[in-house]
């Protein structure tokens, strides 16, 4: 009986009773999704207060991807302004059925570990989460690390003061730094068997409507 009470009470201790959330410093998770380095209130040591508050809501899905060509996945904004010292409310959706990322990258590492602040949502659903931004006048890389999804299309950036240019291949407003390319050889062989195709294809129907 006394066995049986100290393995219940480890097997307890082992297995605690699902938790909703899972919290690590700065780490947000449960099966929706994940949010890091979430952070609402602590000034980047360059800034002696906050500028200005925004709030943006962006979209991720593959809907948003269809005004650019080739591109497969995007976010519903390619570009965002704030002010130095600016904190950003975010407000982020998926709008697929499948895993997609928020990610902001070079962020000061003493605030944002692995200067990164990350967001995600494992299908459709909506996160909500903060971040300050430093001084500098910088532009920085807002992406989607899943395979191929940046790739794809889901890549922007956001301007703190203007930023610093633009980042490259971002959807509608820089090109790829090695863009693809999809030659067409024209020598007179190719425009011989083009011509050869075209004239069989088009007597093909006569055959068919004699043999009738
Ligand atoms: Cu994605």
Redesign the pocket.
């Given at each position: 009986m006394k066995t049986a009470l100290i393995l219940s009470l480890l097997l307890l201790a082992a297995h605690p009773a699902p938790a909703a959330m899972h919290h690590h410093a700065g780490m947000v998770m449960d099966e929706k999704g994940m949010i890091m380095n979430d952070n609402p209130d602590t000034l980047p040591r360059d800034c002696q207060k906050l500028s200005e508050t925004v709030d943006i809501t962006i979209h991720?899905g593959q809907q948003h991807a269809t005004r650019f060509n080739g591109k497969m996945?995007a976010f519903d904004q390619q570009e965002w302004h704030v002010k130095p010292c600016a904190k950003i409310n975010i407000t982020f959706i998926?709008d697929?059925q499948?895993?997609?990322?928020l990610m902001i990258h070079g962020l000061p590492g003493y605030l944002y570990p692995e200067g990164m602040f990350h967001l995600e949502l494992n299908g459709a659903g909506e996160l909500k989460a903060s971040l300050i931004m430093p001084s500098q006048k910088k532009t920085y890389l807002v992406h989607?690390?899943?395979p191929q999804?940046?790739e794809k299309g889901?890549k922007a950036q956001l301007k703190v003061d203007g930023g610093d240019g633009d980042l490259p291949s971002i959807p509608g407003i820089s090109a790829a730094v090695k863009a693809d390319s999809y030659p067409v050889d024209w020598t007179r062989t190719n425009v011989g068997i083009l011509l050869l195709c075209a004239l069989a294809g088009i007597a093909v129907p006569f055959f068919i409507l004699k043999l009738k």
């Open positions: 991720a996945f998926n697929d499948i895993r997609h990322q989607c690390e899943l999804h940046a889901m």
